[in-house]
């Protein structure tokens, strides 16, 4: 019996769009007279983006994700990352990465476009390598931002300006390696619109504590990637103004994101991209995951609030803050990077299991699944340091094994027998009419 | 009132019928190519021995991995909830449940009533269920049977680090070219088959009293091997692969009412 009134999500065709944009924009800006980068999904875009504005990105760990949902050209890529030499234990989305790299295919249609720089920060050991290797197999220039300062709540001014610096540098390197002269004015705006879509995309976030949740997992995971994508750009800041308006617009118009919400989820970790229909199979439950520190705090940038709850981060134009000088663009724009969620608990699991017990309590959570995912080294590490304390928390929890990018170490069936077994704990019997066809 | 509850286990079908709460009859038959002929002929078997006609049981609740297959079943329940319900029936006081069935080791977290409280299941090693043993039985020519006892024989330790069941057979024939008396070789592989159900044990945690269920619970090296590992007695059920199957029934009972 449905008991929510749901509707599709108008922002979906502009998320698509904007997305294919991304790719198409950055495949053809050589044509245009463009320059194209190359780095990850957390290196600081907003610092090229002084180059001019025809300079465009393309960040691996969306793009590996890309790759991993076309299982076939995932394999191919896979394993000619493997005939390399390269470990199968490696991190699935740069493998995946590399391998279209080798093969000169690009997920998107014809040849991999060739990068003119790296520009990198060092997150985990993967990231460091990945884009160092790429510029010694595309022989173009490489510049990586140490960012192993500790985590935030340890942050003090020493600790800022290694980043702060290290930045500068940064720039004085680009403006050598393409000839062109820094124009600070783009990197404060840029500055602006990363705080802007990050702040917002928090807000998003925020709103999925409602019962019924106005967006399902699933779904979050093509609309937080823009943020992956280029968190600078305009078009992404603006996209996700619309993008919450319409889900504030939800919440108060009760507009579910499935019909009958019983039991409210989260998961952990890069999902496994090639089976997302796992979140599907909940639903025959009435279960819905309502997000994960991963999807709210991998982009998301979020502070906690007087009453003790996690909310967006005030930005620096919300306080009146007036941005007009290169240093202080630099150094709010590292202050903000190194609050965010995902980047606390690669110093220690237990910040991460607080995180995570914080969202259980205020998106009013019934379990956790934990992907133990075999792809990522950075954000499965002490994982099972969590599982013990959402356990003893009395949180219920699961866990899975799997990959976010290398479909042949995750088991489809045996990952939903066990969410069987989790739901059944929890006290949820599969829907009847679904139950026949299942 | 009639139920039954049918276990679709890997290697083999388990029925068991209850009638007002009391077993009337039980079967066991190897699960073979065709699962669909193998569930018939058990609950076939189970029906004889109860003296009843399949036709009159009111409720047949299935479980095991073929649960969605079994024939004429009217619901179903998952492993680990036949295992619990079934494990508070047969003893009270029990709050871990180890169940190590052909292809699958579970360690299973329940309070008094047998509600599930968290669990654990063997992931990516095959080194830690009953085919494990079958296969290095077949290594060393010895029946299960014999395997089992073989192990009680020995009192060295001799490590077996492989987490594939593959390579696991890999070390087994190292230690054959070795000299390695049997009863070493066969104490050796119980003790790794302990070793990753006891590390589940842990992931759930410790709570007395501890039960051990599934086919593999009639091997008394296995028993053994778990019993020194986490250095307390169990409780080992007189049919311990009949525990889900019971289990099943009895929800059967209540889903019917």
Known sequence: ?438 | MITAGIDMGAKYVKVVILQDGTVKGKAIVLMGFDPLEAASACMKEAAEKAGIDPGTIDHITATGAGRKAAPNANSDITDVGAAAKGMVHVKEGVHTVIDVGAEEGRAIKIDAEGKVIDFAVNEKCAAGAGAFAESMSRALEVSLEEFGKLSLQSDKSIPMNAQCAVFAESEVVSLVHAKTPKRDISRAVHDAIASRIVSMVRRVGINNDIALIGGVSHNPGFVDAIQRSLETDLIVPEEPDYVSALGAAIVAGERNK
């Not at chain 1, 995932?74 to 005939?83: D, G, Q, R, T, V």
């Not at chain 1, 300062?149 to 540098?169: A, I, S, T, W």
């Open chain 1, 1 to 438: 019996m449905n008991e929510y009134k749901t509707e599709p999500l108008k922002s979906w065709k502009k998320a698509k769009e904007l997305r294919q944009k991304y790719y198409e924009d950055y495949q053809n800006a050589h044509a245009k007279g463009g320059i194209r980068w190359t780095g990850g999904a957390w290196s600081f875009d907003a610092i090229p983006a002084g180059l001019g504005n025809d300079v465009y990105n393309i960040t691996g760990e969306p793009y590996g994700a890309s790759i991993a949902f076309d299982k076939k050209l995932s394999m191919e890529c896979l394993e000619a990352a493997e005939a390399k030499g390269w470990a199968r234990d490696l991190c699935s989305y740069m493998r995946n990465y590399w391998g279209s790299m080798y093969l000169n295919k690009y997920a998107f249609g014809g040849e991999y476009p060739q990068p003119d720089f790296c520009f990198q920060d060092h997150i985990c050991c993967s990231h460091a390598k990945w884009y160092q290797h790429v510029a010694e197999y595309k022989k173009i220039p490489y510049f990586c931002i140490d960012v192993s300062v500790g985590p935030y709540k340890d942050l003090d001014e020493d600790r800022l300006m290694f980043v702060v610096n290290q930045m500068h540098e940064s720039i004085e390197w680009l403006e050598k390696v393409t000839g062109r002269k820094y124009q600070d004015e783009l990197l404060i705006e840029a500055v602006k619109n990363e705080m802007r879509s990050t702040s917002v995309w928090a807000e998003i976030c925020y709103l999925n504590m409602n019962k019924p949740a106005p967006l399902d997992e699933k779904t979050m995971y093509s609309l937080y990637v823009h943020g992956t994508l280029a968190k600078h750009n305009k078009e992404i800041a603006d996209f996700y103004e619309e993008l919450r308006d319409e889900v504030k617009y939800r919440v108060d118009n009760n507009i579910a994101a499935i019909p009958d919400e019983k039991c409210r989820l989260m998961s952990d970790t890069q999902p496994p991209w090639g089976f997302l229909k796992v979140f599907r199979y909940l639903e025959k439950f009435g279960a819905i995951s309502v997000g994960s520190l991963y999807t709210f705090g991998l982009i998301g940038i979020w502070e906690n609030k007087p009453d003790g709850t996690w909310g967006p981060r005030t930005t620096p134009m919300q306080k009146g803050e007036n941005i007009t000088t290169r240093d202080q663009a630099l150094r709010l724009l590292a202050d903000w990077n190194l609050c965010k969620p995902e980047w606390q608990h690669f110093y220690d699991p237990n910040l991460k299991t607080e995180m995570m017990l914080q969202i259980v309590k205020q998106w009013k959570l019934d379990g956790v699944m934990l992907h133990l995912n075999r792809g990522c080294e950075g954000l499965s590490c002490g994982i099972m340091e969590n599982r013990l304390g959402i356990a003893e928390a009395g949180v219920p929890v699961m866990t899975f094994e799997g990959n976010m990018g290398d479909e042949r170490e995750f088991d489809e069936k045996r990952t939903v027998t066990r969410i069987d077994s989790f739901m059944e704990t929890l006290g949820y019997d599969m829907q009847e009419e679904t139950a026949k066809t299942a």
